[in-house]
Structure formats: structure tokens, C-alpha cells
């Protein structure tokens, strides 16, 4: 196999693949343990940072691991997420950094978690403007005032919706990411008429308007 090559073996609970890069290095690692073959390399989700999540990485005892764990076989290694994460995780990879230079470990994952965080439901009414403007003050700028920023709904055409940004999140370079990952995914959600949302924020306006 290649360097890009996973391990793919047919298991019904496996959540992440593992390169053979990957599966050298951990192997590597764990055989200089007490006792490896009772460990299993845990792969867990501790927070977010921006659209990426924050990920922790360990050896620990299979036979400490907690119940609901999803625990799967890559060759001799063992391998444990949590339950609650096996959604978020779901697709990913787990490999070495493409900078040879750089240490460690890194998880390509395809999932991105909302960077405007659990928004929860919200009971609508109204015409499609009047909901997706109801969605943006009682959810989305209430999120958005944690960073400075809030959302202003310009107008509906058709099954699009135009929102600007102000405040932290005007020339922030985090915007686009907050529009795309966070306002956009919260209002496709929340209302299925709106099929696309479109930033119509100047983000050139202003000296330095993110620091404003």
C-alpha cells in the first residue's frame, strides 16, 4: 500500500480510517507501553474552534473503556470513539501532516461543526421574511452577540435570502465560514422554502472594520 492508502476493513462499526502512515506511527507508539495489547487508541471530540473541531487523542485501557464506546479493529490495533461522536467523526481519516517536518497526528474529517454552536428550535410564523427574520433575532444574533456580530435579514427573492453582517462579524475573515457553516445552514434548516442564503455584506467598508 501507499502512503494514502487505509485500512479498510470490512467492519460494520468502523468510524475512521486509519492511513499506513498513521497506523505505523501509533503502533509505534503504543508498543512502547506497559502492556499494549490491552490498549486502544481513543479518538474523541472535546470542543470546537471556529468550523473545526478540537480533537483528543490517547491510549487508554479497552477494558476501562466506557460501555457505549464504539470500539472496531485495525489490525492488531484497537480503536474507541465515544457514542455521541460517531456522527461527527462519521467519514474521517485519521493521518500523519502532509509537512513531513510537522509532528503528530491529524484527523481529516468531512464534518464541520456549527461555529454559531447549538442554536436549538425555534416555532416560526408568518410569511417566509418575516420566519427567516424571526430565525435571525431570537437564534442567530444572540449567538452572533458572543463575537461582537450580529445578522440583518436585507430581503427574500424567490427561494433566496440576503443577509449582511455587522459589528465583529463585518470584514471578520472568519465571516464567510460563519455565513456558510452557521447563518446558512441554521436557515435551510429552519426553513425549507430558503434554498439558498447569500452574503450581501460590504466587507471593505470601514478602516479595519472587524476591530470597529
Excluded at 479518538?43 to 472496531?72: K, M, Q
Excluded at 468531512?110 to 454559531?116: A, G
Aim: aromatic letters at 4%; glycine letters at 10%; a negative charge.
Amino acid at each position: 500500500m501507499s502512503d494514502t492508502d487505509t485500512y479498510s476493513e470490512e467492519q460494520v462499526d468502523q468510524v475512521v480510517t486509519v492511513t499506513e502512515a498513521a497506523f505505523a506511527k501509533v503502533v509505534e507508539v503504543r508498543n512502547e507501553e506497559d502492556d499494549p495489547a490491552g490498549l486502544a487508541l481513543r479518538i474523541s471530540i472535546t470542543g470546537s474552534r471556529g468550523v473545526d473541531y478540537v480533537y483528543d487523542l490517547a491510549f487508554l485501557e479497552i477494558a476501562e473503556a466506557p460501555d457505549d464506546d464504539i470500539r472496531w479493529e485495525v489490525d492488531d490495533l484497537s480503536l474507541l470513539i465515544p457514542a455521541e461522536d460517531r456522527d461527527k467523526l462519521a467519514g474521517a481519516t485519521l493521518d500523519l501532516p502532509s509537512n513531513p517536518t510537522q509532528g503528530g497526528l491529524v484527523i481529516r474529517n468531512p464534518n464541520r461543526p456549527n461555529p454559531l454552536g447549538d442554536i436549538g428550535t425555534l416555532e416560526l410564523t408568518g410569511e417566509i421574511p418575516d420566519r427567516v427574520g424571526q430565525l435571525i433575532a431570537e437564534r442567530i444574533n444572540p449567538a452572533l452577540a458572543s463575537h461582537g456580530g450580529y445578522a440583518t435579514l436585507v430581503g427574500v427573492e424567490g427561494t433566496t435570502a440576503y443577509v449582511t453582517m455587522g459589528g465583529g462579524c463585518q470584514g471578520c475573515s472568519m465571516s464567510a465560514a460563519t455565513l456558510t457553516e452557521g447563518i446558512r445552514s441554521a436557515i435551510l434548516e429552519a426553513i425549507p422554502e430558503i434554498l439558498e442564503v447569500v452574503d450581501a455584506t460590504d466587507h471593505s467598508a470601514g478602516e479595519n472594520p472587524f476591530y470597529s
